[in-house]
Nanobody, 123 residues
Framework: QLVESGGGVVQTGGSLRLSCVCS????????MGWFRQSPGKERELVAG????????YYRDSVKGRFTISRDNAKSTLYLQMNDLKPEDEAVYYC??????????????????WGQGTQVTVSS
């Protein structure tokens, strides 16, 4: 089970930190991703991280502003979001690839999903 927190309302240029806690003992075997979806748009991979955090992915529009990280001892995934823009507004989901060490940009490749947390950016 994945449980996200940290969403909210922020002004343009502000920051938020999302967290995703994974229950159970298999977190260290999962590649993880943060996806987002806004109304009428496809769910898109924002950032991905391999099982030990050795390889990271960011979509171009968030590079230099967002940072994905994980604390395997706490079974927690993070997404630090700085300099938020109105186009970042969406529901953000954490996702896990069961038994896979490498992230994927395809949402269908993920086995477990959090409930989503809303990020609203006011201009």
């Amino acid at each position: 089970q994945l449980v996200e927190s940290g969403g909210g309302v922020v002004q343009t240029g502000g920051s938020l930190r999302l967290s995703c806690v994974c229950s159970g003992s298999l977190f260290t075997t999962y590649a993880m991703g943060w996806f987002r979806q806004s109304p009428g748009k496809e769910r898109e991979l924002v950032a991905g991280i391999t099982w030990q955090g050795g390889s990271l992915y960011y979509r171009d529009s968030v590079k230099g502003r967002f940072t994905i990280s994980r604390d395997n001892a706490k079974s927690t995934l993070y997404l630090q979001m700085n300099d938020l823009k109105p186009e970042d507004e969406a529901v953000y989901y954490c996702a896990a690839r069961g038994g896979r060490l490498i992230y994927s940009s395809t949402w269908e490749d993920y086995d477990y999903w959090g409930q989503g947390t809303q990020v609203t950016v006011s201009s």
